[in-house]
T-cell receptor, first 111, second 117 residues
């Protein structure tokens, strides 16, 4: 059984740029959720995808967007990067309504 | 909005001893799930234990057990026979149905646990 994987591991961008983070779900899972974890904080829910559609969203602006593909992998896109977007971005996969299993995260630094 | 509170930012325990991490939450719902996740320095968030709100029996997973008090909205984690590998951030998390098929996790701020040899 393959676990959740994320790429890249680390990323450095400058303010105003755009970034795409990728996530591959655990085998058999059909739901992907994305979380932002600032340094010293708990993760904050960004959004969730099921059947290639966003079906839940946290308190994040529209410049945070995503995609889910037919193989249940997912992308998180962030436009017009701001300094406060520097964080660890976590992807989690699950079956609907079940416990979520997390990937190792992508550390994004915005300069 | 749901909130999860972990009142102990840091804790330490001697190896082989027992430690309890506290968590309280706030919700108006009756059906929900509670979790404890562990995040070691490697950053990987690892599920430790889960509890369904409709179950009265407290969950256990080997050395890990919970004390779930639904009326008090309390969900503490007990780690027995602490091991050096238990050193990590521990996050309490709450999950409920939020509409349109979506289930989102709400996390506390975490408790940093250090196991001392």
């Amino acid at each position: 059984e393959t676990g959740v994987t994320q790429s890249p591991t680390h990323l450095i961008k400058t303010r105003g740029q755009q970034v795409t983070l990728r996530c591959s779900s655990q085998s058999g899972h059909n739901t992907v959720s994305w979380y932002q974890q600032a340094l010293g904080q708990g993760p904050q829910f960004i959004f969730q995808y099921y059947r290639e559609e966003e079906n839940g969203r946290g308190n994040f602006p529209p410049r945070f967007s995503g995609l889910q593909f037919p193989n249940y992998s997912s992308e998180l896109n962030v436009n017009a990067l701001e300094l406060d977007d520097s964080a660890l971005y976590l992807c989690a996969s699950s079956l609907v309504g079940s416990e979520q299993f997390f990937g190792p995260g992508t550390r994004l630094t915005v300069l | 909005a749901q909130t999860v509170t972990q009142s102990q930012p840091e804790m330490s325990v001697q190896e082989a001893e027992t430690v309890t991490l506290s968590c309280t939450y706030d919700t108006s719902e009756s059906n929900y799930y509670l979790f404890w996740y562990k995040q070691p320095p490697s950053r990987q968030m690892i599920l430790v234990i889960r509890q369904e709100a409709y179950k009265q029996q407290n969950a256990t997973e080997n050395r890990f057990s919970v004390n779930f008090q639904k009326a008090a909205k309390s969900f503490s984690l007990k780690i027995s026979d602490s091991q050096l590998g238990d050193t990590a951030m521990y996050f309490c998390a709450f999950m409920e149905y939020s509409g349109a098929g979506s289930y989102q996790l709400t996390f506390g701020k975490g408790t940093k646990l250090s196991v001392i040899p």
